[in-house]
């Protein structure tokens, strides 16, 4: 079993904001992050999938198919978008880096083949950020 | 002379959209920038100042003070903001990174002790793209 | 389950050298290492924990409040410090990466609140050197 | 159980090329890749290691001679070569990433002492391409 | 003036080889580098251009028209290329990347609008060796 | 002309302290970073220097000669020392990374051959200070 791991980079606007309280309970709990008028970031999405090594290849699933699959199903919905507003897979949660990520791995795992799993959505929020999340 | 550097990092929504052109010319000229939902990025800021080592300390100035003074005269107004909406030295003009960097100078020269020049601002809108500016 | 990381950076000054060896054994077993004017570095930390992320903020912890336990239980012990000298929690402990990487599990473990589990301490003793420790 | 990971570069040729297809086959399926004039990268290289830290070094392994057994079993073989044509332990594999880093793996493993085991490669074939292997 | 730098990536083979020398003086001089089956590097290339920023845009050139030329004009010429056998503008030239830091800005400078001047080329070769060139 | 530049890392410990003032005001002026009991760092050296390409080999100057000659003048005296106290170009000036650019300069200035010309010494002391000295 290899595992392989792709990159790639998207930025967006949001902000942490749970409409079920005031928008003082909102600020004290969210900070700064509830700005009414959003924020921002440059997100790094790592992508790990695992499977045996092809004997044709030598790969476990083509890395430019893998990019392509990443930019379909998740960058072309959430790059230069807001993720509250914007994002079909984001609506009515709270847009935390933890919840996009789960929200990716929904998205990506009907699109692998056969013999390819997904294994890890790594995502940075900012360079000292990040959330894993492993299916489970 | 010597020249001495530090990064801050802040992160803000935007969009890239001119008033004076229809909806549709923003497109065509600033493509998914001119989403009117925003975007946004983690933007590092690198503050370059020069000056003769102080004999005293070995300084060209205390790179604490330095970072007192970014904080409070850029990081505080522009970080987890939308840059075209909340930030007072943005009004009124296009919202990028080129500006940016020209409006942070601008910002923080009147700040610095005499002898210490302000010589460069560098600002990264993602790790691939960024601008000098050197007051001139 | 989501696991979430923030990281955080320090400074400071250690040896190598084991009080029960002689001079020369130290510096036959750590090389310069055993200097005993002391060498340093920027040491960066990451701390892992994982959990349930909130149905209310979408959060597995607020990163804010796990940067708080982390300076208040670690950095502050040890930014600018000499390991060997100043850190309580490793008094009579080999100053190795490894063993302080175990400190700091130590030292963070009983602050996180209850449904967050420390994950990992991963610790960077140089750009190209580093540990992790998982608990047991 | 402490893990221990030691970064290494080395820089080599090669290309993706199954000499059971036809040159338009291996194009189709390897693109630009299949180069047959070559092509190439800079690969990083991180090896962890695990085990308990030595009471009386407080080390998993000596990080000076785990750089040691890496460079003369693996670097000194790699570095600045054609992967395809100049080493003996990738001959008649497929070339990519994957192989190579299941080829390292058995490199290494023979050379650790009693006590450290090799717990993963990880191989970055560029700053957004990389693989890992535990072994099994 | 504000100096816009735009970074892309390649990766290629090469060979450090002069054609005057014999095979034993080419070893001498280049050592590892002259290796007759090739090596290679993933390139980091960055590109600044100088010009005062547009009232109408905010840009001093629009970063994804620069990102376009660089890959028109230089990237599908020398990505995944064996840098001696299959780039036009480096035949008969040493390898090295001074000399292909100065085929680049040949290649751009004939490309760039009327008030957009070519700043610099800056190219890595590895993370820690990189050129500058600044056409003079 | 082309610019050259080659990076090489050390790590030492160092304390910032006047011996002229009170150790109250050594801790007024410099905080942490007055510790009598020393702390350290990574420290990332970046040596520019700038020539004509060689028509023979294509080098401004060879890059490992060039790195030989840092490790020979300069990583030798610092890697792994004390700066306060073992380096003898420091002695008797303040330890700020300022005066240890200068004196750094001063080392590797007499041993380039002519034709290639010390044009910057960039240090890192942490990722997000540095200083640049040109020589004058």
Not at 9 to 34: D, R, S
Not at 46 to 58: A, R
Not at 81 to 107: H, P, Y
Request: net charge negative.
């Amino acid at each position: 079993m290899v595992y392989l791991t792709r990159s790639e980079h998207f930025n967006a606007a949001h902000k942490l904001f749970n409409p079920n309280w005031t928008y003082e309970k909102n600020e004290e709990v969210f900070g700064k992050c509830a700005n009414e008028n959003w924020h921002g970031h440059n997100y790094e999405l790592l992508v790990t999938v695992k499977g045996q090594p092809s004997p044709d290849t030598g790969f476990v699933f083509d890395v430019k198919k893998l990019s392509t699959i990443i930019k379909e199903h998740v960058i072309e919905k959430i790059d230069h978008r807001n993720l509250n507003l914007d994002v079909d897979f984001m609506k009515d949660k709270m847009c935390s880096t933890e919840n996009l990520a789960i929200g990716i791995w929904q998205q990506l795992t009907p699109h692998l083949p056969e013999g390819v799993q997904l294994h890890c959505i790594k995502l940075y929020e900012t360079p000292r950020i990040y959330v894993e999340y492993f299916g489970e």
